[in-house]
Structure formats: C-alpha cells, structure tokens
C-alpha cells in the first residue's frame, strides 16, 4: 500500500513548511518573525499559517527524528542527567522534567503541576520505557527523585554532588531562550507538546561545534539539513 503525503491537501509546497517549522522551532523568533523572514525571501505567508504549520507537522516531525535516534542510541543508556526547571502557566508554577544523556542528547521531557515523588515515579518511567535503565542516574538532592528511584530498584544508580549536573543545567538554556521569545505559555498541554518537539529538533541540528574541525562541522551540518529536508517524504 502506497504511503500518503501528509502535505497532500495543501497548496503551500513542503519545502516551504518545513522551512517555516524549522525557523519557529530551531530558533528563538515569533510567528510574525518567521513571516517576515519568509517574505524576504519572496514567500508570502501569514504568521497564523505558520502557527497551523507548527501545529500540524512539528509533532509529526519531531517523531520521525525521535525514532531514527532513539535506534541508533544505545550509548544513551551510559549515563543521565535529571533536572527539573520551573515554567509559569497563566502566572501558575509548573515543572518541567528533563532528561539528558552524557552527550547533551535531550531524551525526555516531562511536564508536571508538581514536584513530588508521584511526579517523578511517572517520568522516570516514561523515560525508561522509551531509553531503557541507564547505568548511572545523576540528579541534584531533590529527595522526589531518591523515593521513586527506589520506588523502581534503581537507586544503586543514582548520583548527587555539586557540579555533577551541569550538563542537565546547561541544557536549560535553549529552551528558556525558546520560552522568553514565546511570551511563555498558557496550557500544561501546549508546554508539553512544544518542549517535546523543541528537544527533537535541537538535538537534530547541535553539532557541538566547538568539539570538532570546521570540515567536519560543515559536513554535519549539511547533513542535518538535508535529513530534514527529507522528512516525512512519501
């Protein structure tokens, strides 16, 4: 059975969608910003467009990275770095869960109203049914995570010291860039559903460029770049 396009019933040609995705996920900038970056390119599309685009495809291509990934990385399942960062709803403070592998990779994100054991019992769960058990679980000295770790058998893994989770801390900060450049959010839902596809396309597109040559670099870059332009193809 022939596989459908999901761009099949749009005018707008893929190219340019997944462009306009690609400019309001990867980088800090507003729907009307992605218009006007678009319009000097001669493309002429109006900012609530883009807004439907994000809807509709960042979510589906987010999944599609997320699953080609997730084969590839078993390394992943070395070593963690939980952390939770706070995100205001409607003036409401909520807490989003992350997880990240000793590379940088963005493996989870997770959103709860709060920060107890309960909260964390459920996203290490969905972390490892998605990851598997990582060999070593570094976290601050949050006692939500001691409790559901060995809630699970799991807290022989875990580590806590200063410093040790800077990885985590560090990976905080393309996302509170994202967020400021959003105005913040206003459901647990759409908070939810864009860190997921933010993680997806950060970790596609960072190249660690201060770790390799400039060849190399440039060489993964394009790579990145033509694997997105080949997503969701027929």
Same mark, same amino acid.
């Given at each position: 059975m022939t596989k459908l396009s999901p761009f099949r019933? !749009?005018? +707008? #040609?893929?190219?340019?969608?997944?462009?306009?995705? /690609?400019?309001?996920?990867? @980088?800090p900038l507003s729907l009307r910003n992605v218009e006007d970056l678009l319009?000097?390119?001669?493309?002429?599309v109006s900012h609530e467009a883009v807004r439907f685009w994000w809807h509709r495809f960042g979510p589906m291509f987010a999944a599609e990275i997320r699953k080609r990934r997730t084969e590839g990385m078993r #390394?992943?399942? *070395?070593?963690?770095?939980?952390?939770? /960062? !706070?995100?205001?709803?409607?003036?409401?403070?909520?807490?989003? *869960?992350?997880?990240?592998?000793?590379? &940088?990779?963005?493996?989870?994100?997770f959103v709860t109203?709060?920060?107890?054991?309960?909260a964390a019992l459920k996203f290490l769960r969905k972390a490892m049914k998605r990851h598997g058990r990582p060999?070593?679980?570094? +976290?601050?000295?949050?006692? #939500?995570? &001691?409790?559901?770790?060995?809630?699970?058998?799991?807290?022989?893994?875990?580590? =806590?010291?200063r410093w040790l989770n800077n990885r985590a801390e560090n990976s905080h900060l393309p996302f509170r860039r994202r967020e400021r450049a959003m105005l913040r959010f206003r459901r /647990?839902?759409?908070? %939810?559903? @864009?860190?997921?596809?933010?993680?997806?396309?950060?970790?596609? !597109?960072? %190249?660690?460029?201060?770790? =390799?040559?400039r060849a190399n670099f440039k060489q993964n870059r394009a790579a990145a770049l033509t694997e997105w332009r080949n997503l969701c193809t027929a």
């Open positions: 019933y !749009f005018k +707008t #040609s893929p190219e340019i969608i997944r462009l306009a995705v /690609m400019l309001y996920v990867r @980088f319009h000097e390119r001669g493309i002429d #390394s992943s399942r *070395w070593r963690w770095h939980l952390d939770e /960062m !706070f995100v205001k709803i409607n003036g409401e403070r909520h807490y989003l *869960w992350r997880a990240v592998d000793h590379e &940088g990779e963005v493996l989870e994100s109203k709060r920060r107890d054991k309960k060999e070593v679980i570094v +976290t601050d000295r949050l006692r #939500s995570y &001691g409790a559901a770790l060995k809630e699970i058998d799991a807290g022989h893994r875990r580590e =806590t010291g /647990m839902r759409s908070l %939810q559903k @864009f860190a997921a596809v933010h993680a997806s396309v950060y970790n596609h !597109f960072n %190249q660690e460029r201060s770790l =390799t040559s």
